[in-house]
């Protein structure tokens, strides 16, 4: 078995396996590799395994990633899609011993790294000491001046660290990259942890794994800690660049885990030099921003002016130090290249200690006579931009020719500062069980290590684990999620019990303690109104594209009765038929229907469905796992039919599906949502469209012949069933219309939304202490309209033809369309306008 | 020379801003060669905060923020500021000399004192280096040519190819386009300045200020007069600690003297740009600023 697992796996010759020992003996053959030790127990279990149950598992993580909606965005994507995440089924494992060298050298080179931040940031002594070139902080655009003097509370600006790690074949670690400024990644850690301990659930017991937890309520309780004190509970915020970020998955995923209000910078204001968070109920302080948007982003003010994404005022709040702004604005400083150089002689001067991992070989082209070096060693180097906001790709020397190695050196000597030259690091390589390969097989992978610190009043906190990263493309040299890498869960084994801690954790007492939901961002609410909005109007178009083409499928032109008039009627209301020429001939109409289903730039259901996948993503960190496979589930179908032929019957059982997974999505709001604030304007939005669908239909219906058949109005209602338990006989217009207008039971009546939204309204309005008492009052007006509705005469008005019942029909598509107004004027205007820079000389 | 100076901006907004942050560098920096008499910024409508702090360079700077929906905002400022007469040296060192004591590599020392030229040796958000600007410049510094000739040489060259044309150019205006026309404004000749300096390795700031409305009695009107104006300053260093900023002007061809004010410096117009805000709504927006420079 063992010989089989391995037919596909190359013996590393000229680099570290991190699973195979060297070979025993002195004929280095396949068969006398041996698993290190720390791998034993995982590997007993691969050999162990059926080829099929291996290939089980590969699809079982596939399938979590897929459902649990893990997603990197790739910039190169034409359609800017969201790529599932990559997640290898085999962890990589690191003992107990080893990480603690590892762990050492982390903290040790955050504490460093932070070091050199406060003094560039403030006294600037390395530089005057010739410790630091003046060119890598005064020649570098992430030296941001305003922030200088910025207050750093316990002398940390670096609160969260990431080094990017190789190991080179001798089996020794080095860093080749230093990220400050938001590293990412942490939260994709957490995400492949909780998949693949799953997959090994007894092994990652056995084996003493050690949590992940500690890591993150360390960072959480840190910030608090420092972030400025003023009697209340301080609030932190992750601050995201928006869904468009490449991470931006990861930045709903960590705001959910860490409990953290996940905003925009249009959520934010500054006034008296603090931050406000805006809510529902007014301006709400912000004592700590966990930031993963660029420091040079965060204020169009004093930084970039260019950027609408920021928080005016925001430099202002840190140097007064009414905000802890982590990592510190300016931290984007170190993470340069031409740094690496300097380090071991800044860690004596500084530390008193010699640098524990060392940085791979790097020359800065900045100093001449390492650009001379460079030149000459060209093909054996790769070259980096110095500075990472220069996103320059790679460029090994060993692949250019003579005319690429002149062009590369007549770049280099016109801005040498602005270049670094690396060695070539020779890999490790690790296992990755590839589904491609036939049989039990493993491959291996070139693999590189992120492991990340967070400061606390104890010293740098380095999280047990991280993310490994394997080559997936032919490029092994390069490493990059955005190239099509994959990860890996990184095991790190403990010689001890594995504790799940906590430092200074504060108590929650009971004066912190949250009912009501006000603070919720304006933001939020915005888009759970929109959420019930768009969902219910999927849900009614889904509805009516059925009953629409089972006409269409079933009954020939000639059959179809009088009622068509009103279904037809209802698809040019949605836009699904355009209003001036509905379809001449059955070809057409099919279409029609079809591309209401399967094409998102029409007007129609998948139009519809895009929308309301937006506003979720909006949402993520709002709505729960189970909300996520339902809604991914329905943007993978999205995208399998996209720009496909299919059949109307398949097309009927998209529909049946779709319908059944917006039932779902109404089930967890009814059932799985607490019932605060913006659980009610999600209930507004949802009622608001309801009653105006259920408006629409009525007058289609009543627009249409009076002897027409009114089975598809109780269908589009969904009370087909009710209808016939009640009359079992066919429907009439004054049984029909009780139902629809009048039975305050039925959740999909007029009363029963008129009913609700009077009670949303009333508790909405008295949460917030409005008493509005202009002439025409939203809650009057609401109120008006249940009274109307209450003093219908069933006898006199529920029947065809009657022009009370047709007036308060559309009185009531008014209303709805005003108290939606409204609200958006009352709650939500002030966070969609946009940020403008201005100049004057 | 005693100079009484009103700086007027009006912005005018086609449907009310509902907040608006700016930060005015609008205050005349002290200097030895310059002191502040009296001086005031009216802003109307009246800010709901207004506070004052030195930025980075070392330049005054007020932050004010307005909360209340307005239709304009106007800013007023009245400046008394006497300009002493500069200390200009006659002759300075060869220009390379200059550039070869701001190279320190890893490991040197660094006095205090060359710390603040190296700040202006660099790129920066309006000044980005690219060959053309050292080779406009090469034709002017000869082989150890003395600096303050060198450059005045210079400035004399720029102030002749180029015309001023305040329709050619926006603030954002890159330089190669600069360049290529040949035209712009103040701001534009001293940013092209200024670049070509630091290509050369030599330390040049990027001065704001304003220049003398009404001429002395039988001399030409001054051009950037009416506006805010800029200019350069070039670090004309000396290897004892003699070391001294010269100002120069290539809009109007001569050493800054008694009829520059000097409001600001930084590394170029985004450091120091008089007035820079945020603003939240307002729509279509038109802006009017007058500068009158009275001397006493």
Redesign the interface.
Known sequence: MMRELLANYPAATARYDEMLGAPQGTHGTHGTHVPRAHWQQLFDQLAAASPEALRERVKWVQRQVRENGVTYNVYADSEGADRPWELDTLPLILPADEWAGIEAAIKQRATLLNQVLVDVYGE?RL?????????LV??H?GFL??C?GVRSPGGVLLHMYAADLARSPDGRWWVVDDRTQAPSGAGYALENRLVISRLYADLFRDLRVQRLAGFFATLRDSLAHWAPADGAAPLTVLLTPGPLNETYFEHTYLARYLGLPLVEGSDL?????KVWLKTLSGLQRVHAILRRLDDDYCD???L??DSALGI??LV?AARRGNVLVANGLGSNLLETGALL??LPRLCERLLGESLKMPSVATWWCG??AALADVVAKLDRVVIKGAYSQMRVEPMFGEDLDERGRARVTAMLK??PQMYVAQELVQLSQAPVCDPQLSGAQLRASAIGLRVYACASPNGYVVMPGGLTRAATGTDARVISMQRGGSSKDTWVLSTGPVSSFSLLKRETGPQDLVRTGLNLSSRVVENLYWFGRDSERCDGMARLLRVALTRVIEEGPAERDKAWSGIAGMLVQTGIFSDRDAPANEVAIARALRAAVVDETRPGLAGGLKELLRVASQLRERLSRDNWRTLNQMARRLQRDRGRQIPLSETLAELDRDIVAFMTLSGFALDGMTRDTGWRFLSIGRRIERLQFICSLLQQALAGPADADLGWVLELADSSITYRSRYMARPEWLPVLDLLVRDVHNPRSVYFQLKGLNDFVGRVYGAFGITDTTADSVSERMDAAVLALESIDPGADLRHGSARLAALLQEWNDASARLSEQLGLRFFS?VG????????? | MKYDILHETVYSYESPVVLSQQLLHLTPRVVDFQRLGAHRIEVQPAPAETSTRDDYFGNPVTQIMLAAPHASLTVHTRSSVEVLARKIPSASEPWEQARDRLRAGGGDRVSQALLEPMQFIYESPHIEFFRDLAAYAEPSFGKERDLLAATLDFTRRIHADFTFDPKATSVSTPLREVLAKRRGVCQDYAHFMTGCLRMLGLPARYVSGYIQTTPPPGKPRLIGADASHAWVSVYCGGAGGNAVWVDFDPTNNMLVGEQHITLAWGRDFSDVTPMRGVILGGGEQELEVRVTVTPQ
């Open positions: 600037q530089l005057a000491e010739g410790m630091l070139p003046p060119a005064y020649g655009a001046r305003p200088r204001t500054v006034r008296e030099d169009p003010l004093e970039r002016s005016p005022g202002q150089g300097f100093e001449p016109a801005r002030h306008e946009v940020n403008r820079q201005t100049f004057a000389t």
